[in-house]
Structure formats: structure tokens, C-alpha cells
């Protein structure tokens, strides 16, 4: 797909940031914030959900079309789960530690704080929480970041409680787990100001190396996620959930830049066409002896009788909508390896259908040429037109056919509102309409809290921190950032406060641990105080640097260790400089006739023997002053 003239299209773009904070305690209940493995669950418990009305007595479009699809959601609890978390007790005054991590964020953004935070309640129904809604407070407005392309606004900074893990579909419904259920979180909302794909890419990374600089956000797989808000002038606003990594957003935004180009294009094309769409209908008889498997399996696969007191039998059923105008259009590509049949399949699938199938993509899949022509006359279509069909269980087709035909008939307007689910493709699904206000209510439960921000201290930035390790600690300006943007950045500092050579402490937080995780020894295993442990015997002289890497994989290996335990359990105590002697001396001797002929130049080769010879017990700088005397001595 080529570049597109993003300002001749209009393109209008903002994000949304989440961000994990890494507090002490949640933000409604003094559970822990540590994450816990399935498998560590001590019960489980389950929860149907649905929508309730707003203050005004509405209801939220994108949470009554969720609670259209039927399921059940399973909640695994821990030792740690309180009532809190199950919903079976009202919410604790809002977390302190928060709100001052919070306060901190919207300085860094050049916010304004609100006077009160209050907390409202923001209904969601898709089992992600067990009350029905989300609990988020309003904590700053109207700040600014800046980027190569000019400023992009912060439209507002939201606390809110984050919600329960997924862990994975089950019959019926979703298992979710509690462990991450409350954890503090900030949303930080854009102004619609970005203008290019480069510019949201370049903002998010703003925002998130602001972020990081508190110190005191979460790290790791999950712990921020990036929405972006994606439009152009003739299209719709977007929005696209969940993307993981800061390298995807450029693509996402070029991608649904194209997406809404091919489908306003299509738009056009239909209109040329007088295109519409005609009534959904059964169409079973049609593929009553198909030798299409997966047709054959949904029309045999269901126990239901097709009409309440009518035939009696049983099975499942073949539904279609005629798409009149629409040949050769559903098979249009919008997206890589997405097209507006996909699109139709996506809503199709949003109620439980795995699929669908279209006349621009038959005859395949064991549907005969004969069957497609049977199925355009059973609906009336011509040549000019397409069929879409849905195979399964009587409710399943009737409601994934007429999602179809809706969809569908949107294709004729344009682009439209919705949400849509990144993939790690940088393509988007669709996933829900896009939710309204009518989704917002106060939380009664939950007192206001008088907002502060006059004792807000802001901390060194990241890009300070890279600065301020060049100047002070002669490292590199690779090195400096990565120590400065790396998980380890407090340890760092704090190692090096300890004494601990800044070089050296920077290499095996960055290098050496890198270097083990390639070969696949378990280094997330380790600990800060492992590391920390670790590089202080260094600096004591009670470990050789030569020996760090075995010892970490010793400790990787048996967390349990402490530090001490794992140099004797490595056999790399300390030896002392009379037994380096010995051992240099012993080197030099077996090769004797080559220090006599080359003198100095043998070093290098005796110097990787007399290291392996001491199988890193003994730090390389004694092992070579000693190396170095002893050939003096003999040349």
C-alpha cells in the first residue's frame, strides 16, 4: 500500500495512552499488585453481566450490542482476592500513592489539576469486570508534548482501575483472573492534533518516556497499551484498541488511512451502482446435499429444531443476504489479507458464527458451481450481484445474517464509527461500536478527594538521565540510554551509589543479562536484590568479574541462592594472589620455549590459558600484572 498526502486527506489522529502504575497497593483495596500465574488460583467463581441504564435512563450502544452475545464469565481468585475485587463489597477510599503518582504524571504533561477528583463509573459489560463497569477519576486537563511536527494537546489524564487479565475462552464464556483487577492505571488523552502516522508514533513515545521517568510505572508485556483515534475527512473516527508496542503505531495508522481510502472508494462504486441490500433468508434446501465439509458439519452439528412447533426437525440452517450491485466488491482488498468480506465476517463472528462465506469467493471450499447458481436464483441475484451465507445453529445464522446485512449496508454509506481490535499484523477487526456518554455515571460509593499539586516534585527526565551518565560516568551514548530506558535504572543508580564501577554495572545489566537470555538461561528469574548481591562482591573483591556470568546462571537457576551461596556453589571462590601466582607461573613454564622465542608477544595466547586455568576465580586485571612480571622474568 503506498504513502498517502495525509494532509490532503485530511488525516486527524489522537492516542490513547494506558499506563500501569507501580503502586504499593490497588486502587480501591489494599491487594497487592503483583501479578500471579493461573495455576496459583485457590477458587474460581462465575458472573452474568448486562447493561444498565445512565442517570438520564439511556443506554449505551456499544454495551447493549455486548450483552447481545450470551456468556458466561469465570473469575479465577487468589489468596490475596478480597472482597473488593469480587464486587461483594463497596470500593476503599482511592488509593494516596496513586493519586500522587498521578498528580506527578499531569506536571510532566504541563496539566492543569482538577480542584476534586471524583469517581465516576463507566459501564462495561464484556466480563473484563466483575462489577459491569470500570471505576476512573478525572485528574488533569489541557496539557501540551512536543514533536518534530509541532505540539500535540493532552486533552485529559484519567486514574482508573485496571481490568481482570484474560486468560482465555471457555465453553460458554471467558475466564478471566483477578490478579490484575484494580491496579492503578492512567489514561492519558490526546487532542486530535496528530497530523501523520510519524507524528503518533513520535508522541506516544513522548508520552511514554515521561512515563518512565516517574519511576514508579509498571514494565513488561501488557503493562501499557497504546489506542489510537484515526480519521480523514471523508471517512469516520476510528477507534483502534490495544496495541502493544510503540514500533506498531505508525503502521496502524497507515494501514487505517488506507482502509478508510478503499472504503469510501468502494462507497463510490456502489452508489454508481444503485447497490443495495436485500432481505436475509433461509437457503438451506440449496446446499441440502453439499459436499462442502464445513457447511455439512454446521447443518449436522446442531440438535435444535429449525421452527418451534413446526417441522421437528433438527439441524443447523444456511442463511444469505443478497448484495445487489456488489460483485467483485466483497472480495475487494481494504487492508493485507483483508477485504470488505472479512469485514461482513467480523460482525458475523461478533455472534458466535464462525464465518462467512460470499460469491466472490465461490465456487471453493467444496461449493459447487451449481450451488452458487442455485443460490442466486433461491435470492434472486444476478451477475451483477453477490450473496453472503452463514452456516450454523438456527439462532447463530439468523443473528450473524442480519449483522451481515447491516454491515453491509453501511458499505454503501462510507467509513463506519466503530471499534476496531489491532492485530500484530498492523491491520484492525472490528470489534464494537464505538461507546457514548450514555455509558458514564458517578460512583456513590467512593468519596471525592481534595487534589493538591502545589508539593509535586518532577523528576529528572529520561533524556536528562542519558546526559547526566555521559558527563558523570563516562559511558557511552548507546550505553547511557539504554541503562537510562532500561527496567534496571533504579538498581543501576543505586549500585553505583554502593561503590560499584559504573561501566562495568551498566555491561551486566544490559550486556551480560542479554547475553544469557540468548541462551536461554531463565534471567527473569532474577531478582534486583540477586543483581545487586551480585555486583557488590564484585566490588568487594569476593568475585572475579570473569565469574558473573556463571553465577547468575547459578542464581537463574536456583533463585533460592543467595549470592555467596551461589560463587561456592559455582566453585569460584576467591583465591588468593599467591595461588594466581602458582598458577600464571605454571602456564609460563609449560610453555617456556615460546615466551623465549616471542617474549611479550606470547601474552595474548598465555593470558586466555592462565584465565581458563583459574576458570574465572580471580579478576583479569591481577591475572595479567602477574602474567606480564612473570614473562619479564624470563625474557
Known amino acids: 500500500m503506498s504513502e498517502y498526502d495525509y494532509e490532503a486527506l485530511g488525516l486527524v489522529a489522537g492516542l490513547e495512552i494506558h499506563q500501569q ?52 464469565f469465570e473469575y479465577l481468585a487468589f489468596d490475596t482476592t478480597c ?59 489541557d496539557g501540551e508534548i512536543e514533536t518534530s511536527e509541532g505540539p500535540v494537546g493532552v486533552e485529559d489524564l ?26 492503578p492505571l492512567v489514561e492519558i488523552g490526546t487532542k486530535p492534533d496528530i497530523s501523520s502516522p510519524a507524528q503518533a508514533r513520535e508522541a506516544a513515545e513522548r508520552i511514554g518516556m515521561l512515563l518512565r521517568s516517574t519511576g514508579s510505572v509498571k514494565r513488561g508485556l501488557g503493562t501499557i497499551r497504546q489506542d489510537v483515534n484515526v480519521s480523514i475527512a471523508e471517512g469516520a473516527r476510528v477507534e483502534i484498541k490495544g ?25 463510490d462504486e456502489l452508489d454508481d451502482r444503485d447497490a443495495t441490500v436485500g432481505d436475509t433468508g433461509d437457503v438451506t434446501e440449496v446446499f441440502a446435499e453439499t459436499d462442502s465439509g464445513v457447511i455439512r458439519s454446521a447443518l449436522e452439528a446442531s440438535e435444535t429444531p429449525r421452527e418451534a412447533g413446526e417441522t421437528g426437525e433438527t439441524g443447523g440452517r444456511v442463511t444469505a443476504v443478497p448484495l445487489y450491485g456488489f ?24 455472534h458466535g458464527a464462525g464465518g462467512i462465506f460470499h460469491t466472490d469467493e465461490l465456487p471453493a471450499y467444496g461449493v459447487t458451481d451449481a450451488e452458487v447458481d442455485a443460490l442466486r436464483d433461491a435470492v434472486g441475484a444476478g451477475p451483477d450481484d453477490a450473496v453472503a451465507i452463514v452456516a450454523d445453529d438456527p439462532e447463530t445464522a ?59 516534585e518532577l523528576p529528572e527526565l529520561l533524556t536528562e538521565k542519558v546526559e547526566r551518565y555521559q558527563a558523570d560516568y563516562d559511558l557511552d551514548a548507546g550505553l547511557a540510554e539504554q541503562v537510562a530506558y532500561g527496567r534496571r535504572m533504579t538498581l543501576f543508580e543505586s549500585v553505583v551509589e554502593a561503590g560499584v564501577d559504573a561501566t562495568f554495572a551498566a555491561g551486566v545489566l544490559e550486556g551480560t543479562l542479554t547475553e544469557l537470555r540468548r541462551d536461554d538461561v531463565p534471567v527473569e528469574r532474577l531478582t534486583d536484590d540477586h543483581l545487586r548481591e551480585v555486583l557488590l562482591l564484585v566490588e568487594g573483591g569476593d568475585l572475579a568479574k570473569e565469574g558473573v556470568d ?25 583465591v588468593s594472589e ?13 610453555n617456556a620455549d615460546q615466551v623465549e622465542s616471542e617474549g611479550m608477544g606470547a601474552f595474548s595466547a598465555l593470558m586466555g590459558e592462565c584465565m581458563g586455568a583459574l576458570r574465572g576465580k580471580a579478576d583479569g586485571e591481577i591475572v595479567s600484572d602477574v602474567l606480564r612480571e612473570e614473562i619479564g622474568k624470563r625474557a
Open 21 to 72: 502504575l507501580d503502586t504499593a497497593t490497588k486502587l480501591f483495596c489494599a491487594c497487592p499488585t503483583e501479578r500471579r500465574e493461573p495455576e496459583e488460583a485457590s477458587r474460581r467463581f462465575t458472573r452474568y453481566l448486562h447493561p444498565t441504564k445512565s442517570e438520564l435512563g439511556e443506554l449505551d450502544e456499544a454495551a447493549v450490542e455486548e450483552s447481545r452475545v450470551d456468556r458466561e
Open 83 to 141: 472482597l473488593v475485587e469480587e464486587d461483594d463489597e463497596p470500593p476503599h477510599r482511592i488509593d494516596d500513592e496513586a493519586l500522587d503518582v498521578a498528580l506527578q504524571i499531569a506536571a510532566l504533561l504541563d496539566m492543569t489539576a482538577v480542584d476534586q477528583a471524583h469517581v465516576m463509573r463507566k459501564i462495561v459489560v464484556d466480563g473484563s469486570n466483575t462489577s459491569g463497569f470500570q471505576r476512573t477519576s478525572l485528574v488533569g486537563q
Open 158 to 183: 484519567l486514574l482508573e482501575e485496571e481490568s481482570a487479565g484474560r486468560v482465555e475462552e471457555v465453553d460458554g464464556g471467558v475466564r478471566f483472573s483477578l490478579d490484575r483487577l484494580g491496579i
Open 243 to 267: 496495541v502493544q508496542a510503540l514500533d506498531q503505531i505508525e503502521e496502524i495508522v497507515r494501514l487505517e488511512v488506507g482502509r478508510q481510502v478503499e472504503l469510501l472508494d468502494i462507497a
Open 327 to 350: 460483485d467483485g466488491l466483497v472480495g475487494r482488498e481494504i487492508q493485507p489479507d483483508r477485504r470488505l468480506g472479512t469485514e461482513l465476517s467480523d460482525h458475523a463472528k461478533r
Open 398 to 456: 439468523e443473528l450473524a445474517i442480519d449483522a451481515v446485512a447491516e454491515r453491509a449496508e453501511t458499505a454503501t454509506e462510507g467509513v463506519p464509527e466503530e471499534t476496531r481490535d489491532a492485530t500484530q499484523e498492523g491491520t484492525t477487526r472490528y470489534l464494537r461500536p464505538l461507546p457514548g456518554a450514555a455509558r458514564m455515571y458517578p460512583e456513590t460509593d467512593v468519596p471525592p478527594v481534595e487534589l493538591d499539586p502545589s508539593d509535586v
Open 550 to 574: 556463571q553465577v547468575l546462571t547459578t542464581l537463574a537457576e536456583d533463585p533460592t541462592l543467595s549470592a555467596e551461596a551461589a560463587v561456592e556453589e559455582a566453585g569460584l571462590a576467591g
Open 578 to 590: 599467591a595461588e594466581v601466582r602458582e598458577a600464571v607461573v605454571d602456564v609460563v613454564e609449560r
